[in-house]
């Protein structure tokens, strides 16, 4: 993780990692494993929510280990609907995940630890790139529900376009020959007066009459005005980050400014400093609620200050006896470009 950039995704394992702007120290703070739900807010839908969780490798005493054996219970991705009520398991069922081959794992100044096979339910490889295997294989699709490469964006948003603004019912009567019955297949759309339909149900009875038509129960496939699927299945992109805090004070200038003012008391002839000492300094937390800058803070200049406390000595003449107080002095952070 490169020491200028303050969030960090890593994409083979679906973490976010988050450097200290004070210390650089790296600390892992969350993962894109979370409640799904496409729910749209003031439509009428059965209330399908998933839980997108991994077994993460994870190094414990210097040993590549799977989550579950670090302390983490993880479950299968599930799909479930709220119709069907189902008590939280205790047990912690199989996970899958891409068998990714055997690798190396280097530490240290190239190190070569030793190989071992590695795997997740992720597509992608440490450097964001899809995993391709030795037979030449592209994987471009994840075993979870969220992201670019997730189950719903691969496979379901049509399904999910048409679940949202169409499939509304159509109930009509039809008179088929009995040829035509025994061709209709129900797993294609018909046709209906140029619309696209998909049979529900057929109901008729034997033998086949123009006086006894069939019961026939559409759903429609066009997607029906209004309705914004760029902004409803919109995936947050991942940007570069081109901006960071760098830290800065102004503990010498605020030192001097200080020393400026006891020389101008009056009968003081000079001062001399005979030190300076810092008492507090910014340290690992203070700017964490703050996200990245932008580039419009860049040319802003913008700038993340505080009060810190530090110790002047000096000796004013006269009477020429060493003295100290402490005096607050200003540092913080300001934006940058990467």
């Not at 703070?29 to 409640?35: A, C, E, R, V, W």
């Not at 994870?58 to 670090?70: D, N, R, V």
């Not at 991942?238 to 830290?247: C, R």
């Amino acid at each position: 993780m490169p020491d200028e950039l303050y969030i960090t995704y890593q994409p083979s394992t679906g973490r976010y990692y988050k450097r200290d702007i004070v210390n650089k120290k790296k600390k892992w703070i969350s993962s894109d494993f979370f409640p799904w739900d496409k729910g749209t807010p003031g439509v009428e839908y059965l209330e399908i929510t998933g839980k997108d969780e991994c077994v993460p490798m994870a190094f414990k005493t210097g040993l590549l280990t799977p989550g579950y054996l670090a302390g983490a219970v993880n479950i299968n991705t599930t799909l479930r609907g709220a119709a069907k009520e189902q008590g939280e398991k205790k047990q912690t069922p199989l996970a899958f995940c891409f068998a990714m081959g055997k690798t190396n794992q280097i530490i240290g100044a190239g190190a070569l630890v030793e190989e071992y096979y590695f795997g997740s339910s992720l597509c992608r490889e440490p450097k964001g790139e899809y995993f391709q295997d030795p037979g030449g294989n592209v994987y471009r699709y994840s075993l979870v529900f969220r992201g670019e490469d997730g189950a719903f964006n691969r496979f379901f948003k049509e399904y999910d376009a048409v679940l949202r603004h169409a499939d509304h019912v159509y109930a009509v009567q039809m008179n088929p020959d009995r040829a035509g019955l025994l061709k209709l297949d129900t797993s294609r759309p018909v046709m209906l007066h140029g619309q696209r339909m998909m049979v529900e149900s057929l109901k008729y009875a034997l033998p086949l009459r123009k006086g006894r038509p069939c019961q026939v129960k559409l759903r429609s496939l066009k997607l029906l005005q209004p309705y914004d699927l760029d902004k409803e299945q919109e995936l947050v992109p991942m940007t570069p980050q081109q901006a960071t805090w760098k830290v800065f004070t102004y503990f010498d200038r605020d030192m001097e400014l200080r020393v400026q003012e006891l020389r101008e008391q009056p009968g003081i002839i000079r001062v001399d400093v005979v030190a300076k000492e810092v008492l507090t300094r910014p340290e690992e937390g203070d700017f964490d609620m703050y996200p990245p800058p932008s580039l419009q803070d860049v040319a802003d200049r913008r700038k993340i200050m505080y009060t810190y406390k530090g110790k002047l000595k000096y000796r004013p003449y006269p009477p020429g006896l060493t003295q100290e107080e402490v005096v607050n002095y200003r540092a913080g952070v300001i934006a940058v470009k990467i």
